[in-house]
Every structure is written in structure tokens, then in C-alpha cells.
């Protein structure tokens, strides 16, 4: 057999720059570097610190340096944690559902039924969050505290006699506040992938005879999916791990994880369970994404 | 005519301040191949749209196989439409594509699937089901478009400048077969587009419409030879315009006068208007013959100076110039060797003749 003609070009100084031009990812991965610079820096060595430290010991003061399970064998072992855990991940759950349910019909109106100004509308649609995200939820606490708008008014109508303490201090009040603070968060993409349909598509399925009901669960919905998951992740893994909010209106009842953890690094001084706490709240989080994706796949393959 | 299955009553339809569809008034009957053709933003789509049921007319009623239907909603209509875009649902394969609108047939799966099998063999897709619907061409993406429609079996199928995004020779063969399939299927085509050409191979009949207001609806071959205005005349197909005054009038004959043409003979039924006035006389670039030889003066003969040319393969174009008149008279010769080795170029003196029969007349205008 002969020498092929065309030897692959020997990697020169004139070859890498013509490796560079030629190869798309090589470009994409340049392009991509001080994102990645970043990321590396700012997530995976954090990680990396968690992760050790989780499998270390606190000794009051003092953190024992050799490989133990047993921050993990207390998760399982002190079931408050996991109740704890199992509740953050409920809350966060129905603050996601609540805002998503509550941001479509508006993000659906801007994207259909609004001409002109749509930008004005977004606009306004981000005012709330042109306030400081403590103030907002200050302001819920005063709306639905003891001697708070809603009870004052309620008993100025003469239409109750003792303010109603279900109102504060409760997962309900935590998942009211939460849907409110981030809605301006799920309305975006939701707009955006609804602004993206064809018109045409849902002429043409009106068309095929489908009334307008089941032209938006056929061709609206599933075609808008990509922006409601976007939503969803948005709002349901920031608020896994809320604090603020669960200690502000949430009471003895509406304490999460967040809370849990934070005292681990602070008052209660266990950084090894805190980390522990973080890397299986975490990896929760992580698997109920893997439902939420499953189930949207699911939804698709049925309704089509 | 058969039974008209669409009745369109005087309807008119404004957006605003602009008219789309100025009192359009036209049947169009069950099994027709029915073109609206129209340069654009004349109100082709508005009217189809229209029929569909995407737009309720400002005015007028529409009737659809006898029902009417002027205020019924998309969905209860007996058409269905292939949009200019196709609109094809991306988040469908093209077997559901096709099925999407037959969830309430009252089919059982198997029945479906083999009707679905039907439709793809129908448009020459065999077993591309499962494919994706963006793992399709241009012209894959029409036909899947056309099964969607034609498997409701619907009274009639609208169709939006359907090959508009095709290219030549595409177009050229989705042209053959929609009118094959049209024929197999018999079912009503309404068809719009701004190509002439399309409108003219495809149609039954043809709306010819401008500014809102449907101008004229006729066969191909009445369009072509006998156009009833001066816009017609112009766009469809290539005209040389001559005005005129009318001379008399003679066993069929009438003799006229053209400051360009000089006397003319136009065989006609009546006179376009009476002796002394003016008309216009409109006749086709390839009515002409080219004559090289002194000709004389007599009526229908012209004689003139060559211009540019254009070879076209099958056919040459020419321009010549007359006497007394700016823009050139526009002349079309089959390529046969013998009428194009005596053409020396430009500036050469040649003479035009065309037959009695040749000529349209048309009123004056304005
Ligand atoms: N929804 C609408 N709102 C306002 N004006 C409209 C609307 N739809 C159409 N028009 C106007 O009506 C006129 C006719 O439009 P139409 O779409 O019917 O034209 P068309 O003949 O289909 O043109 P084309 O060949 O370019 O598609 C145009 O002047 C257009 O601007
Ligand atoms: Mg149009």
C-alpha cells in the first residue's frame, strides 16, 4: 500500500492557528472561557470545600480532620431534618405552582392580547422588584399580621371580632410571600416563549376544528413548556434554600432548611452538618428537577 | 355551472382606515380549481381568510354549501386551509401532524393509522411518520400541510401562495401534482397567488384582483386573450398598448386609425365606441410577425427600427422602436432557425404584422 496523499497537517505554530479557525468548538470553548474561569472558581471550589468539610467533625470549636459519615448518619438518625427537609422542598413546590399559575395568564395576556407598549408592560411588571426584596416581605408581614391590614380591616367591617392568627407565622404566609416576591421572575420567560408561537399555528389548529380551549392544551401549551420550566427552576431551587423569609413570616411552622443550615454555620457552630445539610438539600433539589423534567416529557409525549 | 358551493355577497372588509376586500360579489362552484390572483397587499389572503372564518367581513354575507356561515368560528366551518407559511406544529411528528385534527372522528387507532398511511402515500411521503417536522424540506413541509388538510376531507381547501417559498423547478412540479391530486381528490381549491403564471397553469377560473376590488373573473384563456380592462390586460402576461380612434365598422371589421400603427383592421363583434372616439387596442408580443422585406403601407403592418434583444432559449424577445412612439413595442418569436438568421441587430429596419383576430380591444380609461 502506498503513503496516503493528504497527511493530516503536524500541529505547527501556522497548524493551531489553523486548527483554532477551523474547529467550531475549539471557538466555542474560547469564547466560552471566562464564563467558565468563573464557574470554576465560584461554584465547583466551593463544592469541593463543601464536600470535604461535610465529611469532617466539629469538635466545639475545633473541626477534627478525618474522614467520618457521621453528619450524613445524623440526617437519618434526627428525623427533624428530614421532616425539616421534606417541608422546604412541599413549600418550595407550591410557591413554584402558585407563581407559575399566577404568572401564565399574565405573561399569556402581554404576549396575545396587548398591541402596543409591550415593553411598558414588562417594565411594570419588574416594579415590585425596584424595592428591596426585605422591604417586600416587611410589607407582607404588616398586611398579614396580628394587628395587620387585613385583620384591622376585616374587624372595621364589623365582619370579625378577633384578628385571625392563621394568617402569620405559618408555610402559608411563606408560600403567599414567596409567589409575590418572585412572579416578576417566572413572567419572563413564559412571555418570551409564548411571544415565540406562530400565530399561525394556533390559527391553523383552530382550523383543523380544535376550539380555543383545546387549541392552547394542544399547540399553546406545550409550545410555551420551554419558558415554564425555565420559571419553574428559576423559582423552585432559589427558594429551596430560602432563609429570610421562612424567619421573618414563616414562625416555628415555616422554618426550611435554609434556616436550619444557616444556624449550623452560625449559632449552633457545626460547619461539618451545615455542610452536610447543604450537599443532601442539594442533591434533593437536584432529583426533584429530574422529576419536574421527567414529568414534562411525559405531558408531551400525551398530549401529542 | 354546477352547484356553487361557496357564495360570496357583497362583501367588503376594512381594517381601519384601509379596505382590504371592496364589495366582492362571486360564486365559485363544487369540484373548481378557483385562483384569486393579484399583486401584493390587494386583498388576496384577507378574502381567504375570510372564508376561513379568521376575519368576520365588515359587510356581506359568505355561504358555504348552502349554510351560512359569516359569523361561525374557524372550527365549525367545512374548509380547512394550507397556510402560506404551512405552519406545521414542531412539536408534533408528521403522522401527528396529520392526525391532529382528527381526535373527534370517532376512528379507532388502527383506522387512523391506516388513513394516515393513506395520506402519505397520496402525497408521496411513504413512511415518514415518524419523522420530525423539522426534519423536513420545503416542499415535504407543503404536502405534510396539504394531508393535515385533506384528510378532514373537507368542502373546500384554501390555499395561501402554498408554493410561494418553493424554487423554480420545485414549484413547477407541485404545481403538476396539486392539480393531479385536485382532480383525484374533487374537492373545491381555492387558491391564492401573486404568479400569474401558477394562476394560469393551475386555474378553472381566475379572480383578478386590485386595491380590494375583484376586477374581473374569467377562465386562464379568456384572461390571457380576451382581458375586459387595461389592468388585466397588463398583468397578465406581457401587452403592447395603442390608442386609437375608431373608424367604421364593416362586416365584422372595424377599420381604425393609430397616430403609431397608422390604419388598422381588428375583427370584433360591436365597436368598442362610436366613430370619432378613442379606444385602445392591446395585442401580445408574440401575435407579431417580423417582416424583413419592404412591407408597404398597408393596414396592420408598421414598420420600425430593432432594439435590444433577449434570447430566451426556447424564445427570443425584441424590442423595436416605431416611429412617433417612446417606449418600445414588445415582440416574442419562437426560435426557429429560419425567422432569426436574418435579424442583422440593433438599428436594422424591419416591418410588424399581426392578423385581424390578433388585437384586443379596450376601452379608454379615465
Ligand atoms: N390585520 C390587519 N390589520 C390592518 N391592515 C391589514 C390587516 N391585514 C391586512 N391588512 C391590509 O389589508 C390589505 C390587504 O392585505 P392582504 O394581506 O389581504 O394582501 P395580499 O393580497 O394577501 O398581499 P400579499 O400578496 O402581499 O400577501 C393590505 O393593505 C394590508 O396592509
Ligand atoms: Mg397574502
Known amino acids: 500500500m502506498s503513503a496516503s496523499p493528504s497527511e493530516p497537517v503536524r500541529a505547527t505554530r501556522g497548524g493551531v492557528r489553523v486548527w483554532f479557525m477551523r474547529s467550531e468548538s475549539a471557538r466555542g470553548y474560547a469564547l466560552l472561557s471566562p464564563t467558565l474561569v468563573v464557574v470554576v472558581l465560584g461554584l465547583i471550589f466551593p463544592i469541593v470545600i463543601l464536600t470535604t468539610l461535610s465529611f469532617w467533625k466539629q469538635d466545639y470549636v475545633d473541626i477534627i480532620r478525618t474522614f467520618t459519615l457521621e453528619n450524613y448518619s445524623a440526617f437519618f438518625e434526627k428525623k427533624i431534618y428530614y421532616l425539616i427537609l421534606y417541608r422546604s422542598i412541599r413549600i418550595s413546590a407550591f410557591v413554584t405552582l402558585v407563581t407559575i399559575v399566577l404568572a401564565y395568564p399574565l405573561a399569556y395576556f402581554i404576549a396575545f392580547h396587548v398591541q402596543k407598549n409591550k415593553i411598558m408592560w414588562i417594565i411594570l411588571v419588574t416594579i415590585p422588584f425596584w424595592t428591596s426584596y426585605l422591604l417586600r416581605v416587611f410589607a407582607w408581614k404588616v398586611i398579614l399580621g396580628y394587628n395587620g391590614v387585613i385583620n384591622s380591616g376585616l374587624i372595621s367591617l364589623g365582619l370579625i371580632s378577633e384578628p385571625l392568627e392563621f394568617l402569620l407565622y405559618n408555610p402559608t404566609a411563606v408560600v403567599i410571600t414567596l409567589a409575590h416576591a418572585w412572579a416578576a421572575v417566572a413572567i419572563l420567560p413564559i412571555y418570551v416563549s409564548l411571544e415565540k408561537i406562530d400565530r399561525s399555528l394556533i390559527e391553523a389548529a383552530r382550523d383543523l376544528g380544535e376550539s380555543a380551549f383545546m387549541t392552547f392544551v394542544r399547540v399553546t401549551l406545550p409550545l410555551s413548556l420551554p419558558g415554564v420550566i425555565a420559571a419553574s427552576l428559576l423559582v423552585f431551587i432559589p427558594t429551596v434554600g430560602e432563609y429570610v423569609t421562612p424567619t421573618l413570616v414563616g414562625g416555628t411552622r415555616g422554618i426550611m432548611i435554609g434556616n436550619i443550615i444557616q444556624s449550623m454555620f452560625g449559632k449552633a457552630l457545626n460547619w461539618p452538618l451545615g455542610a452536610a445539610l447543604s450537599i443532601i438539600s442539594m442533591l434533593t433539589v437536584t432529583l426533584a428537577v429530574c422529576v419536574l423534567l421527567g414529568g414534562t416529557r411525559w405531558f408531551r409525549k400525551k398530549v401529542g | ?366
Open chain 2, 1 to 366: 355551472m354546477t352547484k356553487a358551493i361557496i357564495s360570496i355577497n357583497h362583501v367588503t372588509k376594512d381594517f381601519g382606515s384601509v379596505r382590504a376586500v371592496n364589495d366582492a360579489n362571486f360564486e365559485i362552484a363544487e369540484g373548481e380549481f378557483f385562483s384569486l390572483l393579484g399583486p401584493s397587499g390587494c386583498g388576496k389572503t384577507t378574502l381567504l381568510r375570510i372564508l376561513a372564518g379568521f376575519e368576520v367581513p365588515s359587510a356581506g354575507s359568505i355561504y358555504i354549501d348552502g349554510r351560512d356561515v359569516t359569523l361561525l368560528p374557524p372550527n365549525h366551518r367545512p374548509v380547512n386551509m394550507v397556510f402560506q407559511n404551512y405552519a406545521i406544529f414542531p412539536h408534533l411528528n408528521v403522522a401527528s401532524n396529520i392526525a391532529f385534527g382528527m381526535r373527534r372522528s370517532g376512528l379507532s387507532k388502527a383506522e387512523l393509522a391506516e388513513r394516515i398511511e393513506e395520506m402519505l402515500e397520496l402525497i408521496r411521503l411513504p413512511g415518514y411518520g415518524e419523522r420530525g417536522a423539522h426534519e423536513l424540506s420545503g416542499g415535504q413541509r407543503q404536502r405534510v400541510a396539504l394531508a393535515r388538510a385533506l384528510i378532514k376531507q373537507p368542502k373546500v381547501l384554501l390555499l395561501d401562495e402554498p408554493l410561494g417559498a418553493l424554487d423554480k423547478k420545485l414549484r413547477e412540479q407541485m404545481q403538476i401534482e396539486l392539480r393531479q391530486l385536485q382532480q383525484q381528490v374533487g374537492i373545491t381549491f381555492v387558491f391564492v397567488t401573486h404568479d400569474q403564471e401558477e394562476a394560469l397553469t393551475l386555474s378553472d377560473r381566475i379572480a383578478v384582483m386590485s386595491q380590494g376590488d375583484v376586477l374581473e373573473i374569467s377562465t386562464p384563456g379568456e384572461l390571457y386573450e380576451a382581458p375586459r380592462s387595461r389592468f388585466v390586460a397588463d398583468f397578465i402576461g406581457t401587452m403592447n398598448f395603442f390608442d386609437c380612434i375608431v373608424g367604421d365598422y364593416r362586416g365584422g371589421v372595424l377599420s381604425a386609425d393609430s397616430a403609431e400603427l397608422g390604419p388598422v383592421r381588428v375583427a370584433c363583434t360591436t365597436p368598442p365606441a362610436a366613430p370619432g372616439e378613442g379606444f385602445v387596442l392591446a395585442i401580445r408580443p408574440e401575435k407579431f410577425q417580423l417582416v424583413f422585406d419592404d412591407a408597404g403601407a398597408s393596414a396592420n403592418t408598421v414598420r420600425g427600427r430593432m432594439g435590444p434583444s433577449a434570447y430566451l432559449g426556447d424564445r427570443s424577445h425584441f424590442y423595436v422602436y416605431l416611429e412617433g412612439r417612446n417606449e418600445p413595442v414588445s415582440v416574442a418569436l419562437p426560435n426557429l432557425a429560419r425567422s432569426l438568421d436574418r435579424i442583422r441587430g440593433v438599428d436594422q429596419e424591419v416591418w410588424l404584422t399581426w392578423p385581424e383576430d390578433a388585437a384586443v380591444l379596450l376601452p379608454r380609461e379615465e
